[in-house]
């Protein structure tokens, strides 16, 4: 499956950004509704680090503690589609948001596991 990431920006804090991440057909046909899909994130000198995940049909959701509260993942299978809405933003959620998807029905926080990944965001939060 190809993931294509979109919605990343400058921002004050306390501002809000929806990032989107839409899937194109997979080659093995499988459906998107078969991938959790999970938001990593990059800061600059820093490493790439879970942020959310969503399983399969959106029933079950994952947070790194940092984000809960703020941060939102939905998906919208029909649209394959994942949504992050990050609310209260501050300077530390400042990164390249990356897209990733997985075949298992309840997603890993586990980056080397991935094996689907979008191209990445650009999330600047100025102070």
């Known amino acids: 499956v190809q993931l294509q990431a979109s919605g990343g920006g400058l921002v004050q804090a306390g501002g809000s950004l929806r990032l989107s991440c839409t899937a194109s057909?997979?080659?093995?046909?499988?459906?998107?509704?078969?991938?959790?899909m999970t938001w990593f994130r990059q800061a600059p000198g820093k490493e790439r680090e879970f942020v959310a995940a969503?399983?399969?049909?959106?029933?079950?959701?994952f947070y790194v503690d940092s984000v809960k509260g703020r941060f939102t993942i939905s998906r919208d299978n029909a649209k394959n589609t994942v949504y992050l809405q990050m609310n209260s933003l501050k300077p530390e959620d400042t990164a390249v948001y990356y897209c990733a998807a997985d075949s298992r029905i309840v997603p890993t926080r586990i980056e080397n596991q991935y094996g689907y990944w979008g191209q990445g965001t650009l999330v600047t939060v100025s102070s």
């Open positions: 969503i399983s399969w049909s959106g029933g079950s959701t």
């Open positions: 057909a997979s080659a093995s046909g499988r459906a998107f509704n078969r991938y959790s």
